[in-house]
């Protein structure tokens, strides 16, 4: 069974430049999860879709980050503009939610470098 | 907010010796609890989770915890130490409530193992 997919797997731009990752689930996954870890530091969510429905997007910078999960299927997350302090890398989870202890698998993850 | 604390950053053993990495956590309800690992430029991957079942959890690579609510710890241990165990250590709860699905990590603990 094929894991979660991101890409691309590293991106360096220009502060004040578009950025995009895209992430391809687990099939039958119905839940998705975009998270950023800076260095040094655990993972922090960024927002979580059920289905097509963002569910939570409490801690989405939404001044200049969005997302979408179009056909609850794929995602794209997206910065504009970025950045200095977006450096980071941008990690992709999905599960399969039901009875709540549901484990969350991850991507390899985009290393954003932003100069 | 649920959260969760990881004593020492970097933790040191030889080869054969005892693994000991160290959460505690803050819940006001029965957590769910994990261990992931990181290796570099990879994704997490699970480790053990602990859904209020068996206090002692096994997990894979030889690596168990266990669960003591009276000191809200999610100690994470390995009996004997190999050097392909050498990596990045995450301890998360998941989250409850409207942030249900959501997992908080702790800032991570790197293991080294040397010969």
């Known amino acids: 069974e094929a894991g979660v997919v991101q890409s691309p797997r590293y991106k360096i731009i220009e502060k004040k430049q578009p950025v995009a990752f895209w992430c391809n689930p687990i099939?039958?996954?119905?839940?998705l999860y975009w998270y950023r870890q800076n260095l040094g530091q655990g993972p922090e969510l960024l927002i979580r879709?059920?289905?097509?429905?963002?569910?939570?997007d409490s801690q989405l910078p939404k001044d200049r980050f969005s997302a979408e999960r179009l056909k609850g299927v794929d995602s794209t997350l997206k910065i504009q503009p970025a950045e200095l302090g977006d450096s980071a890398v941008y990690l992709c989870a999905s599960s399969l939610e039901e009875a709540g202890s549901s484990e969350q698998y991850f991507g390899p993850g985009t290393r954003l470098t932003v100069t | 907010a649920q959260s969760v604390t990881q004593l020492g950053s970097h933790v040191s053993v030889s080869e054969g010796a005892l693994v000991l990495l160290r959460c505690n956590y803050s819940s006001s309800v029965p957590p769910y609890l994990f261990w992931y690992v990181q290796y570099p430029n990879q994704g997490l991957q699970l480790l053990l989770k602990?859904?209020?079942?068996?206090?002692l959890v096994k997990g894979i690579n030889g690596f168990e915890a266990e669960f003591k609510k009276s000191e809200t710890s999610f100690h994470l241990t390995k009996p004997s130490a190999h050097m392909s165990d050498a990596a990045e250590y995450f301890c998360?709860?998941?989250?409850?409530?409207?942030?249900?699905?959501?997992?908080?990590f702790g800032q991570g603990t790197i293991l080294t193992v040397h010969p």
């Open positions: 998360a709860v998941r989250e409850t409530g409207t942030s249900y699905g959501k997992l908080t």
């Open positions: 099939s039958g996954h119905n839940t």
């Open positions: 602990y859904t209020s079942a068996a206090t």
């Open positions: 879709y059920e289905n097509e429905e963002a569910v939570d």
